[in-house]
């Protein structure tokens, strides 16, 4: 028999995770949550379409982590430390094997992370799942795009590309770049530990040039960026020529690492913060008065003639 809305809720996605700041959570008209003293509540909301943020070849486990994944992305560029989230889930049918492996992946990385599921939606339609998830940071801490100031050092976590090129190579593609694009690992810890650091943060989700606008254009600066100096994976430098490679680290999205901006004098903090969360950060340019994105190379490598960036519209 096929399984109802309120039977499919409590076996996939009622599950108890105790925190002191969520009151109540699945199973009333609305979660209770109790800010703790002192902090300020970042929230953000990202909706994953089939056939649009996905393709029909893509796991479920997969979508389900994704699907939270983006949503705590954010929360890491804020330097909020995540605490609940809401699920919004539209399915053309009560597929359970499909629920099952959704779940799955879903819960895997909200228990990672602490995160209480707190409530949600369920409806019938297209495939499409839109998460909010809700963080604090301890008041007046919250990492914004606008910070930034001529004469910062500018940084990216992690490695730039994969995302990019998995999606370039398609079947071809190696299950460890695969898992980039299919898994990517949220930067909470060192969205964290940026907090009293970074002059400002953002997650790159559309590619590093895109994202690098936002905060070039929020905090009414530019930045000149290091071509030879972009981390790039030991599998991207294997699958693409120099050239090919810079051009998928700047363009590519999907990577969710962070891109975060640091005043001179604080520069020498953030190799602690990279250590006590386990993330490696690499310099990638500095911020300069000249609005716009200038570029150097030794090796004589070019920026692509277009920086782009996906837009819906
Ligand atoms: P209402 O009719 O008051 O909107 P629902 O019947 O939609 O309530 O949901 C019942 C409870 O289950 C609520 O607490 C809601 O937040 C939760 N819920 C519904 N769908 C989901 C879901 N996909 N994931 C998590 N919680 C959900
Ligand atoms: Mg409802």
Redesign the pocket.
């Known amino acids: 028999m096929a399984i109802g809305e309120f039977d499919l809720?409590a076996r996939y996605?009622d599950r108890c995770v105790i925190r002191d700041d969520i009151l109540l959570g699945?199973?009333?008209?609305a979660a209770l949550v109790r800010p703790p003293a002192q902090a300020d509540l970042a929230i953000a909301t990202d909706t994953l379409v089939a056939g649009v943020h996905f393709d029909a070849g893509t796991p479920p486990r997969a979508i389900g982590h994704k699907a939270l994944a983006v949503n705590l992305s954010d929360l890491a560029a804020m330097g909020a430390e995540p605490a609940g989230a809401l699920?919004a889930?539209t399915l053309p049918a009560a597929d359970e094997a499909w629920l099952c492996a959704f779940a799955d992946g879903f819960h895997a990385l909200a228990a990672r992370h602490g995160v209480a599921?707190i409530?949600?939606?369920?409806c019938r339609g297209p495939l499409a799942i839109t998460v909010t998830v809700l963080g604090w940071t301890p008041r007046g801490t919250g990492l914004r795009r606008a910070g930034a100031r001529p004469g910062d050092a500018l940084y990216a976590s992690g490695t730039l590309g994969d995302a990019g090129l998995a999606l370039a190579l398609g079947e071809g593609v190696t299950p460890a770049i695969r898992e980039r694009l299919h898994r990517p690992e949220p930067r909470v810890a060192l969205g964290c530990a940026l907090r009293d650091i970074a002059s400002a943060a953002i997650d790159v989700s559309d590619g590093l040039l895109a994202d690098l606008g936002h905060v070039l254009a929020a905090s009414g600066v530019g930045a000149t960026l290091d071509l030879d100096a972009l981390p790039l994976s030991d599998a991207l430098r294997m699958a693409r020529d120099p050239q090919a490679a810079v051009h998928l680290a700047l363009t590519g999205g999907d990577d969710y690492e962070l891109l975060f901006s640091v005043a001179e004098a604080r520069v020498g903090e953030v190799t602690g913060a990279a250590q006590r969360s386990g993330t490696p950060v690499t310099r990638i340019g500095t911020i300069c008065a000249d609005a716009g994105i200038g570029y150097r190379s030794a090796q004589g490598l070019r920026s692509p003639a277009r920086a782009g960036g996906y837009q819906h519209f």
């Open positions: 809720i996605f699945i199973g009333d008209d699920l889930l599921l409530g949600g939606d369920t």
